[in-house]
């Protein structure tokens, strides 16, 4: 079966820290894609990244990367000095090919960036 | 704008009271889909559509749910005889291709008292 754990609920950190979020996830599927979405407090999901089993290139976006580890069933994301607007709740999920392309998502990690 | 629409944003009904949502996709998207979200807690899959095929169901839809998509361009979910348990924010997605980014609208909320 398929699950997303973000095991962290709440981040609060300071203005021009970095800060990563994680994400852990099981699937039975060999192809399968990851992603990460912003919702902020307005309450629309915004897309970050998707990245598909078999590419495990760290990718890096401004300010934003992440990290992909098959291995250890991970995907993490890390935003590089962090701002005020970046706060807002982040969540991690996991698509299988064979599942029509929905998505399962994480229960997703509150960041709170304090100036 | 050619993104996600959903109609209404904010609905309150009484208990026991039909609701109906709307959704309008991105014209060129053939994957639509229905998600719900209570407070908290990440997006739910309800539902989903591949042009008018209605291609699967969670166990979360219960028979008061149901969903169409005539034609394959807008879709509707209607809840029947709501209960507190409804209350919820339904969201809708429509995506080009399997497995590919879902572009989400911003949302309808249900206020079931």
């Known amino acids: 079966a398929q699950k997303v754990t973000q095991a962290q609920t709440e981040i609060s950190v300071v203005e021009k820290e970095d800060v990563t979020l994680d994400c852990v996830y099981e699937t039975r599927d060999t192809t399968y894609y990851l992603f990460w979405y912003k919702q902020p407090p307005s309450g629309e999901l915004v897309f970050l990244i998707r990245r598909n089993s078999f590419d495990e290139q760290n990718e890096i976006s401004g300010r934003y990367s992440w990290n992909f580890q098959k291995s250890t069933s991970s995907f993490n994301f890390t935003i590089t000095a962090s701002q005020v607007v970046d706060s807002a709740v982040y969540f991690c999920a996991l698509s299988e090919t064979n599942q029509g392309g929905k998505l399962i998502f994480g229960q997703g990690t509150e960041l709170s960036v304090k100036p | 704008d050619t993104g996600v629409s959903q109609d209404p944003r904010h609905k309150i009904t009484k208990r026991g009271q039909n609701v109906t949502f709307r959704c309008d996709p991105i014209?060129?998207?053939?994957?639509l889909y229905w998600y719900r979200q209570t407070l908290g807690q990440g997006p739910e899959f309800l539902t989903y559509?591949?042009?008018?095929?209605?291609?699967?169901k969670s166990r979360l839809l219960s028979d008061r749910f149901s969903a169409e998509r005539p034609k394959g361009s807008f879709s509707t979910l209607e809840i029947q005889r709501t209960e507190q348990g409804d209350s919820a924010m339904y969201l809708c997605a429509s995506s080009l291709v399997k497995a590919g980014e879902l572009f989400f609208g911003e949302g309808s909320r249900l206020t079931v008292l």
């Open positions: 559509f591949q042009n008018e095929a209605q291609l699967e």
């Open positions: 014209s060129e998207h053939n994957r």
